[in-house]
């Protein structure tokens, strides 16, 4: 069975980068198929997708973010990870890293429990 | 962007309850819509993909239903452990976006 854990700071300064890794085991990230993706659900809000990477290294964002999101695959430590770069408190969230698969447009079928940052100085 | 609105936002239910969700998309999506279940704590689970499709591992008396705009999520006999929040996702186009989840307590 995949699963999935996220790891990384609780806790980071306004302005500052927000960095988290997903650790992904019983499957290995170098597949064909899918792609690894972040998404995170603010307190009392909807979940949001941030963006998605392919073990290549091809990402692909949500708009919503601009430019400030920055995605990266190491295969050797079956891990992705994320940066979010000037943040603020509106990106107090919960963060959660998931398996996105294409079978029938983008589906995340397997997730991490989420791991709460928050925004504060 | 593909704008999901859920409803009703919470619920309460006694065990064996026959429950219903619904979604309804900004735009037709065809049949590209998904089902999440979370728990506090737990990661979120897919039960549903297609409108309709059972994931794998998920019990029978969570069914799905609609294309276009409107779908639906059933839980034929609530049980205790389907107490949770539920989500929809549309799959159809990126970005992939998500109705703002229905939440299922003890009644």
């Known amino acids: 069975q995949l699963q999935l854990q996220e790891s990384g700071p609780g806790l980071v300064k306004p302005s500052e980068t927000l960095s988290l890794t997903c650790t992904v085991s019983?499957?290995?990230?170098?597949?064909?198929?899918?792609?690894g993706g972040w998404l995170r659900q603010p307190p009392g809000k909807g979940l949001e997708w941030i963006g998605s990477?392919?073990?290549?290294?091809?990402?692909y964002n949500n708009p919503s973010l601009k430019s400030r999101v920055t995605m990266s695959v190491d295969t050797s430590k079956n891990q992705f990870s994320l940066k979010l770069s000037s943040v603020t408190a509106a990106d107090t969230a919960v963060y959660y890293c998931?398996?996105?698969?294409?079978?029938?447009?983008?589906?995340?079928?397997?997730w991490g429990q989420g791991t709460l940052v928050t925004v504060s100085s | 962007d593909i704008q999901m609105t859920q409803s009703p936002s919470s619920l309460s239910a006694f065990v064996g309850d026959r429950v219903t969700i619904t979604c309804r998309a900004s735009?037709?999506?065809?049949?590209?819509l998904n089902w999440y279940q979370e728990k506090p704590g737990k990661a979120p689970k897919l039960l549903i993909y297609?409108?309709?499709s059972l994931q794998g591992g998920v019990p029978s008396r969570f069914s799905g239903s609609g294309s276009g705009t409107d779908f639906t999520l059933t839980i034929s006999s609530l049980q205790p452990e389907d107490f949770a929040s539920y989500y929809c996702?549309?799959?159809?186009?990126?970005?992939?976006?998500f109705g703002r989840g229905t939440k299922v307590e003890i009644k």
């Open positions: 297609a409108a309709s």
């Open positions: 996702q549309q799959s159809h186009s990126a970005p992939w976006t």
């Open positions: 735009q037709s999506i065809s049949s590209y």
């Open positions: 019983g499957g290995s990230i170098s597949s064909s198929s899918y792609y």
């Open positions: 998931a398996r996105l698969t294409y079978d029938y447009g983008g589906i995340f079928d397997f």
């Open positions: 990477i392919y073990y290549s290294g091809r990402t």
